[in-house]
């Protein structure tokens, strides 16, 4: 088994990889899609590029991408953590995996492998309290109120759109439970009525939204300490609602421990802020921050078969906060990533996230006319992430990211 489970490993990494060059591929033949140094546009010479309505479409894409998801500048120490992006693309394509259980399954790697993958989604929330702590307190210094609304416009829209067709999904297309007109509301309105709302992976996203209510609120009380408030509170949430013994499923769901992940990437930046702290962490230099690196890693995979019993706290939500921490050190030590690709995929996170439910379950369908077949299996572990990959792309460019940029334009 444990030979499976690093053998399925492998084929998710992979698989992933493969997702990401066919995207730098792209990028790397179009290299010379440039803005030259006459200054002239990129009307004019586009003309360059060989004509057609595939080459036209690649080149939008690609034009965007150069254009658009430039890293900035490094401005200053934590202006943009370039790290960051790299865990965001990380954590969205194991969440990915996470739902794929039924063709890890047929591959005799499902229960160990998803266990395993299970710490994207803690590394997604640590990384969420981190950034979410960044804009309000870091060089933009967001107001509690522009900061909900930006996280409304970013979220809602999407969601409402992926929701919908969940629902439709769910009631014209697949056998089972029938979703209620009742839980789709509920849905749409992040209220939790049972332990997953219709689009299944959506789940984190209640959690987040009840996050960030939460730190709206104590912002509101307080714009310097609100987020390290809301920090102790959602700890004392989870802590109340173990202690509670309660049954009742809105309860259990609103004081899962997974919300004290929030605490500690509120913890990583406010290190990240402490200039004596941070020169004695970096003083060793890089050895030791990637041996806390290896070490986070290594506890995440021996997690399904060394210690599978103690609590997801331990075994994956500090794990994904050394992991974090890690990133921060090494970017303060000049060690980071600055990629096109890796910072325009970060931006298409949020589309992978609610889109691949529909592309995995897709593959499921696929693969349960022929259960029997390992190599077809073995090939949906593959190019599934890599469908998930172009379907989110083009969600973000021609729906997400124009929805967004109008709503910011339209709202005060």
């Not at 290299?31 to 030259?36: A, D, E, H, I, S």
């Not at 870091?138 to 522009?146: E, L, N, W």
């Not at 702290?277 to 921050?289: A, D, F, N, S």
Request: charged share 10%; aromatic share 12%.
């Amino acid at each position: 088994m444990t030979f499976l489970a690093i053998l399925g490993t492998a084929a998710v990494a992979a698989s992933a990889l493969s997702a990401l060059g066919l995207l730098f591929a792209l990028s790397r033949n179009l290299r010379k899609v440039v803005v030259p140094a006459n200054g002239s546009t990129p009307r004019e010479w586009s003309k360059a590029m060989k004509p057609g309505l595939p080459a036209r479409m690649l080149q939008s894409v690609v034009e965007t991408i150069l254009r658009e998801y430039n890293p900035p500048p490094r401005s200053g120490p934590g202006a943009f953590w370039n790290n960051i992006q790299l865990l965001r693309v990380i954590a969205a394509y194991g969440i990915v995996y996470i739902h794929l259980a039924g063709v890890l399954t047929a591959l005799d790697i499902g229960h160990a492998l998803v266990e395993l993958l299970r710490f994207a989604t803690d590394l997604f929330i640590v990384v969420a309290g981190f950034l979410s702590a960044h804009v309000l307190l870091g060089p933009s210094g967001k107001s509690a109120h522009v900061y909900l609304r930006d996280r409304a416009v970013r979220i809602v829209p999407l969601y409402v759109i992926f929701t919908t067709l969940a629902y439709c999904v769910v009631n014209l297309a697949m056998h089972g439970h029938k979703a209620t007109f009742g839980e789709f509301l509920m849905s749409l309105a992040f209220i939790p009525y049972g332990p997953f709302p219709i689009l299944y992976p959506a789940w984190t996203l209640e959690i987040i939204v009840e996050f960030t209510l939460i730190l709206f609120a104590f912002q509101l009380l307080s714009r310097p300490y609100g987020v390290y408030l809301s920090s102790a509170a959602v700890v004392l949430i989870a802590v109340g609602g173990h202690l509670s013994g309660s049954t009742n499923e809105m309860i259990i769901f609103c004081t899962n421990p997974i919300l004290i992940d929030f605490s500690f990437g509120v913890a990583i930046f406010k290190i990240s802020t402490q200039t004596v702290l941070m020169r004695t962490l970096l003083r060793p230099g890089v050895l030791p921050v990637a041996a806390l690196l290896f070490i986070c890693t290594a506890a995440v995979f021996l997690r399904p078969f060394w210690w599978p019993e103690l609590p997801r706290l331990l075994t994956l939500g500090i794990p994904a906060a050394g992991v974090l921490l890690s990133a921060v050190l090494l970017e303060r030590l000049d060690v980071f990533t600055n990629s096109k690709l890796v910072n325009f995929l970060a931006k298409c996170s949020y589309s992978i996230y609610l889109c691949h439910w529909f592309v995995n379950i897709v593959s499921e369908k696929f693969l349960s006319m022929n259960q029997d077949s390992r190599l077809l299996a073995a090939l949906f572990l593959v190019i599934t992430p890599i469908g998930v990959t172009y379907v989110a792309v083009f969600v973000h460019l021609y729906i997400e990211a124009p929805v967004t940029r109008h709503l910011l334009h339209r709202l005060p």
